[in-house]
């Protein structure tokens, strides 16, 4: 799905910002295993592939919906978590990229895989 968002934003010559590897790991609750479910390295792959930056990964983590269902961000719910860690590099990373960019090429698109 994401392959195909990104084709379709160059397609209709929207910049993209970068990615963000959603549930890009998930960490067990009770032992504190950590699993990549959904295989691993496929947002880096994917950013060389179309050459964007990878902007972030975030994970698999019951929190995040538990906290969102709730109407409080895990960010805000648990700042101390490494959930809402990688939330927040994420937005730093994107920010600063942002930041980098030329005003005109702002994107208003971004892809998630």
């Keep these: 799905d994401a392959k195909?968002?990104?084709k379709m934003f160059e397609k209709v010559e929207v910049p993209v910002l970068g990615i963000v590897e959603n549930m890009a790991v998930h960490t067990c609750s009770n032992c504190g295993h950590?699993?990549?479910?959904f295989?691993?390295?496929?947002?880096?792959r994917m950013a060389a592939q179309?050459?964007?930056?990878?902007l972030g990964s975030l994970p698999l983590d019951i929190a995040i919906r538990?906290?969102?269902?709730a109407g409080q961000p895990?960010?805000?719910?648990?700042?101390?978590?490494a959930v809402?860690?990688?939330?927040?590099?994420?937005?730093r990373v994107m920010a600063a990229t942002l930041a980098q960019r030329p005003?005109?090429?702002?994107?208003?698109?971004?892809?998630?895989?």
């Design 4 to 6: 195909k968002a990104l």
């Design 103 to 113: 005003r005109a090429s702002v994107p208003i698109a971004s892809s998630l895989v």
């Design 39 to 44: 295989g691993w390295g496929g947002g880096e």
């Design 84 to 91: 809402a860690q990688a939330y927040r590099q994420t937005a």
């Design 34 to 37: 950590v699993e990549h479910l």
């Design 50 to 54: 179309y050459g964007v930056p990878l």
């Design 66 to 69: 538990e906290q969102g269902d």
């Design 74 to 81: 895990v960010v805000v719910a648990a700042p101390d978590s």
